[in-house]
T-cell receptor
Framework: GAGVSQSPRYKVAKRGQDVALRCDPISGHVSLFWYQQALGQGPEFLTYFQNEAQLDKSGLPSDRFFAERPEGSVSTLKIQRTQQEDSAVYLC??????????????FGEGSRLTVL | QKEVEQDPGPLSVPEGAIVSLNCTYSNSAFQYFMWYRQYSRKGPELLMYTYSSGNKEDGRFTAQVDKSSKYISLFIRDSQPSDSATYLCAMSATYNNNDMRFGAGTRLTVKP
């Protein structure tokens, strides 16, 4: 596809369950970002990959959150032992590269997680 | 205090009105400033991009940056119902945007 694709679009989990959210970036995009967007708030940075390397994970709220991008393309955000405060939309974004003019972020439609 | 402050609104205007949206920030290292538009249940999409201080115009949209006041604005002229969305300001210190931070977003409704 032409854009960033995220799945599932909607996920309902019981408290304590593990969830995995998938992001397919635009083909050839080097940089990949995960953001968390709570209801009525702006996106909050979680983590950043350059190819397969996770260069910044300072935004991950706890050690229950884990992200990977093993082959430098598809990325998975995993949340273990989900809590109600994890309920949010998880947005993935990718950008072409690192040079000037290549840094525009293209966002997916998000995965909406509801923890009951 | 958050790095980026944005009044969440909501803001409701009649069709044809001029809309003014604003953000303030505290990190003086920010030098790349963006406005994103986010429709309901969609991801944000880039609307305007400005480097450092100054104005940038694109059709009905004008972005202004005042780094001395740490204040940025987005103006929408001749607003249309299709402009109804949440507008997010965002800014970064580096051009590759790996440190980009967003405001909370202002929800705008343009009534026909």
């Amino acid at each position: 596809g032409a854009g960033v694709s995220q799945s599932p679009r909607y996920k309902v989990a019981k408290r304590g369950q593990d969830v995995a959210l998938r992001c397919d970036p635009i083909s050839g995009h080097v940089s990949l970002f995960w953001y968390q967007q709570a209801l009525g708030q702006g996106p909050e940075f979680l983590t950043y990959f350059q190819n397969e390397a996770q260069l910044d994970k300072s935004g991950l709220p706890s050690d229950r959150f884990f992200a990977e991008r093993p082959e430098g393309s598809v990325s998975t955000l995993k949340i273990q032992r989900t809590q109600q405060e994890d309920s949010a939309v998880y947005l993935c974004a990718s950008s072409l590269g690192l040079g000037r003019g290549e840094a525009e972020l293209f966002f997916g439609e998000g995965s909406r997680l509801t923890v009951l | 205090q958050k790095e980026v402050e944005q009044d969440p609104g909501p803001l409701s205007v009649p069709e044809g009105a001029i809309v003014s949206l604003n953000c303030t920030y505290s990190n003086s290292a920010f030098q790349y400033f963006m406005w994103y538009r986010q429709y309901s249940r969609k991801g944000p999409e880039l609307l305007m991009y400005t480097y450092s201080s100054g104005n940038k115009e694109d059709g009905r949209f004008t972005a202004q940056v005042d780094k001395s006041s740490k204040y940025i604005s987005l103006f929408i002229r001749d607003s249309q119902p299709s402009d109804s969305a949440t507008y997010l300001c965002a800014m970064s210190a580096t051009y590759n945007n790996n440190d980009m931070r967003f405001g909370a977003g202002t929800r705008l409704t343009v009534k026909p």
